[in-house]
């Protein structure tokens, strides 16, 4: 069964940083492209970054170009996005997909939660 | 940059109902378009992909129709557990946006 289980958000302080993690399983990583999309409370969905399958081409969002970073780590089936400059408006619940392939963007992880407050 | 506009932002029908959504592409996406449930507090559901074709395991009462510009999501006849809100989004090119979401109530 396909899992994406994704990790490291807490409350950081504005201008602080956070590295999420999304671990996959149950599927051969390598050979998908991989999004982060962000939903902030009580808000649509909003997708933040696009890598493929060998990192060779990235995608952000304009309202995280040049603070955040996405890589992967195909080895060991992980997924990163390494956010800095945090605002505010970054607070958000952070979810991990897969795709997009034959399926679209399927599955989802569960998502984990950044808040980025004084 | 693609633009996704979903109508209408909420609706509120009956069990039993037939209930229609539409999502409409600033431009041309071909097929490329999917379809999402989303309840509270849980991550979003894949329910269609190329703008027709239904993932497993989701009810045959959800269908989707539509190519180019428009597009729509039918649930057949309406069910408690349907209560959710609904997001298209393409992913003809980058970015892949989302429709600004339909939140559906059961009267």
């Known amino acids: 069964e396909v899992h994406l289980v994704e990790s490291g958000g807490g409350l950081v302080k504005p201008g602080g940083s956070l590295r999420l993690s999304c671990a996959v399983s149950?599927?051969?990583?390598?050979?998908?492209?991989m999004i982060w999309v962000r939903q902030a409370p009580g808000k649509g969905l909003e997708w933040v970054s696009f890598?493929?399958?060998?990192?060779?081409?990235?995608y952000y969002a304009d309202s995280v170009k040049g603070r955040f970073t996405v890589s992967r780590d195909n080895a060991n089936n992980s997924l990163f996005l390494q956010m800095n400059s945090l605002r505010a408006d970054d607070t958000a619940v952070y979810y991990c997909?897969?795709?997009?392939?034959?399926?679209?963007?399927?599955?989802w992880g569960q998502g984990t939660l950044v808040t980025v407050s004084s | 940059d693609i633009q996704m506009t979903q109508s209408p932002s909420s609706l509120s029908a009956s069990v039993g109902d037939r209930v229609t959504i539409t999502c409409r592409a600033s431009?041309?996406?071909?097929?490329?378009l999917g379809w999402f449930q989303q309840k509270p507090g849980k991550a979003p559901k894949s329910l269609i992909y190329?703008?027709?074709s239904l993932q497993s395991g989701v009810p045959s009462r959800f269908s989707g129709r539509g190519s180019g510009t428009v597009f729509t999501l039918t649930i057949s006849s309406l069910q408690p557990e349907d209560s959710a809100t609904y997001y298209c989004?393409?992913?003809?090119?980058?970015?892949?946006?989302f429709g600004g979401g339909t939140k559906v109530e059961i009267k």
């Open positions: 997909a897969r795709g997009p392939g034959l399926k679209g963007y399927e599955p």
């Open positions: 149950g599927f051969t990583f390598s050979s998908f492209g």
């Open positions: 890598i493929t399958s060998t990192s060779s081409d990235i």
């Open positions: 431009q041309g996406i071909g097929n490329f």
């Open positions: 190329a703008a027709s």
């Open positions: 989004q393409q992913y003809y090119g980058y970015p892949p946006a």
